[in-house]
Nanobody, 122 residues
Framework: QVQLVESGGGLVQAGGSLRLSCAASGSIFSINRMGWYCQAPGKQRELVAVTTSGGSTNYADSVKGRFTISTDNAKNTVYLQMNSLKPEDTAVYYC????????????????WGQGTQVTVSS
């Protein structure tokens, strides 16, 4: 089993910054992809940013130039630096990781964190 533990959410004024962290632990041989999704009330969960083990990144258009995703591979941790926050960024943010648990098995499993609330006041 793999656990993802998120931290760093909270309440911030518009224009402010937050840094989210997500640490993966458990049965991990390698992680192919880590990322962040968000879900606002009444809306579907949507991609915010993802990064792969090959170093590629992808961002939602709404956060380009404001958010930065990064990883510490030694700690199996992914970060989301959120700058110039807007009220419309208010949502629960979920971490996700595509994990290969065992060296001798090629299966990949996607795990999710429990979510952390980000609230941006106007």
């Amino acid at each position: 089993q793999v656990q993802l533990v998120e931290s760093g959410g909270g309440l911030v004024q518009a224009g402010g910054s937050l840094r989210l962290s997500c640490a993966a632990s458990g049965s991990i041989f390698s992680i192919n992809r880590m990322g962040w999704y968000c879900q606002a009330p009444g809306k579907q969960r949507e991609l915010v940013a993802v990064t792969t083990s090959g170093g590629s990144t992808n961002y939602a258009d709404s956060v380009k130039g404001r958010f930065t995703i990064s990883t510490d591979n030694a700690k199996n941790t992914v970060y989301l630096q959120m700058n110039s926050l807007k009220p419309e960024d208010t949502a629960v943010y979920y971490c996700t990781a595509d994990v290969v648990p065992f060296k001798d098995r090629p299966n990949t499993f996607r795990y999710w964190g429990q979510g952390t609330q980000v609230t941006v006041s106007s």
